[in-house]
């Protein structure tokens, strides 16, 4: 039996020194752990640590290491240490598992899926702490998950990654809540089966006294089929469709949003809390940037930074909502995403390709939605803005939602909405 205290004895490879890696340390220095090894591939951030080690060292005390600990996003069957991480993968843990081992009662909502977990935890975290609950929200959003200061009472909310809960071994949530299924990152899962398996690691090991929250069939099926103990509930839209023309917040009556609010809506009703203030609450939620965030509106023309729909299906959700769509879209595609307009491509005037990898896109939409190809969003936005004051335009949607990663021209979709909320502004003074 894994204890707080024999882990405290125990000695710890840890690759990689990013944000999850230094909190790692930071952690175990709290803990009074000693016996720490560090390898990054980056030199610079291994000459950050007294606790880096050369490639041939780490490799070498892989065997006699206890636990590995790995950094989400890092796929250890793409780097130097394959084989040898191969031989040892009983021993790698995460900072999730982490959190659980030395924090066994800790009272935790995880949230996953492919599309909407940020915004979905944010609401929780919201309407939570408006009804004074002591929250604390972290994981894939805010901090990470071991520099937050938890207290008897806190209840955690944790935005969890596939890339995370692919390594974890002991993640056990109170609350387990898996949004939705569709393919993503299967680049570096190798196939969808290994994607699902890391989503549905959530459920395994709670116990009867804990809730799963799923919507998705074949997902119910599984759980169903392998027994798990926690309490199932199937998530409907029928419980909250009855309130929702109560709900005025325009952000969360997009598609996407719509789609997670049942699960918001049944959570809450676990928690006891009444409808009123669910209602009151989700009317006072502000949105996330770069997630369906209107940068710019004058009149019946408004300009809309989805930088974080980095796949056709995260990006469809806008497409569905808005209309007089000039769409701009391009980046790094994923790995079979596919375009599937079905009744929403009436909504679409003209699409806008950037990005490196042109022929992707335009094999995805070719004889369906005109097109140009216009390389970079500042481009774009000048030929926009001035097609808007040639032609009078007057009811008119500029949606930035990619529909892919953005590392062939920016670091992050943060770096890449940035940009384009900037470049909306500058125009938007010269030209309206």
Same mark, same amino acid.
């Given at each position: ?11 710890? +490879? ?13 952690? &175990?220095?709290?803990?009074? !752990? ?12 291994? @000459? ?11 490799? *070498?005390?892989?065997?006699? =290491? ?7 996003? !890092? ?23 982490? &959190?659980?081992?030395?924090?066994? $009662? ?6 996953? /899926?492919?599309?909407? $977990? ?20 972290? /994981?894939? =959003? ?8 938890? $207290? ?23 609350? +387990? ?11 570096? #899962? ?26 998705? @069939? ?9 027994? $798990? ?8 839209? %029928? ?10 917040? %325009? ?8 789609? *997670? ?9 676990? &928690? ?14 502000? /949105?996330?940037? #770069? ?7 004058? @009149? ?8 974080? +729909?980095?796949?056709?299906? +995260? ?12 769409? !701009? ?9 596919? &375009? ?7 909504? !679409? ?5 950037? /990005? ?12 369906? =939605? ?6 970079? =969003? ?42 384009? @909320? ?11």
């Amino acid at each position: 039996m894994i204890s707080p205290k024999n882990l405290s004895s125990k000695s710890f +490879a840890i690759y990689g020194f990013g944000a999850t890696g230094k909190s790692v340390i930071n952690y &175990f220095e709290k803990k009074g !752990i000693k016996k720490i090894s560090l390898y990054d591939d980056s030199e610079k951030k291994r @000459k950050q640590s007294k606790y880096s080690l050369e490639a041939w060292r780490f490799k *070498n005390i892989l065997n006699s =290491i206890d636990y590995i600990v790995i950094s989400p996003g !890092i796929n250890f069957k793409k780097t130097k240490f394959k084989k040898k991480i191969l031989e040892n993968k009983n021993k790698i843990v995460t900072d999730l598992d982490l &959190f659980y081992l030395f924090n066994p $009662k800790a009272k935790t909502i995880v949230v996953t /899926g492919t599309n909407g $977990k940020s915004t979905t935890c944010k609401i929780i975290e919201h309407i939570l702490k408006k009804n004074k609950l002591d929250v604390k929200l972290g /994981g894939n =959003i805010g901090q990470t998950i071991l520099n937050l200061k938890v $207290k008897k009472k806190t209840t955690i909310i944790i935005e969890a990654s596939s890339f995370q809960l692919a390594y974890s071994k002991f993640i056990k949530p109170t609350y +387990a809540i898996l949004l939705n299924i569709s393919n993503d990152h299967l680049d570096w #899962h190798g196939n969808k089966k290994n994607y699902v398996d890391s989503k549905f690691k959530i459920f395994s090991f709670q116990k009867n006294k804990d809730f799963a929250l799923i919507e998705d @069939k074949n997902i119910i099926k599984r759980f169903k089929k392998e027994k $798990k103990l926690s309490k199932l509930e199937i998530i409907s839209s %029928k419980p909250y469709q009855k309130i929702k023309h109560k709900i005025l917040n %325009k952000y969360l009556l997009s598609k996407a949003n719509e789609n *997670n609010m049942p699960f918001i809506y049944k959570l809450s009703k676990i &928690f006891k809390l009444n409808k009123k203030s669910f209602i009151k609450y989700s009317n006072t939620f502000k /949105g996330l940037e #770069h997630r369906h965030e209107i940068v710019y509106k004058k @009149k019946n023309i408004v300009f809309i930074n989805d930088s974080k +729909a980095t796949s056709f299906e +995260a990006c469809k959700y806008a497409l569905q909502s808005n209309k007089n769509i000039f769409w !701009i879209l391009g980046g790094l595609p994923k790995i079979g995403d596919k &375009f599937r307009f079905d009744n929403f491509k009436k909504n !679409i005037i003209k699409s806008f390709i950037i /990005g490196k990898h042109v022929n992707f896109f335009k094999k995805q939409i070719e004889n369906k =939605i005109n097109f140009q190809v216009t390389g970079n =969003i500042k481009r774009t936005l000048k030929l926009i803005f001035n097609e808007i004051k040639e032609d009078s335009i007057k009811n008119l949607t500029v949606l930035l939602s990619p529909a892919s990663a953005s590392y062939d021209q920016y670091k992050n979709f943060n770096e890449r909405g940035l940009e384009y @909320k900037k470049l909306v502004k500058f125009y938007a003074k010269r030209y309206l």
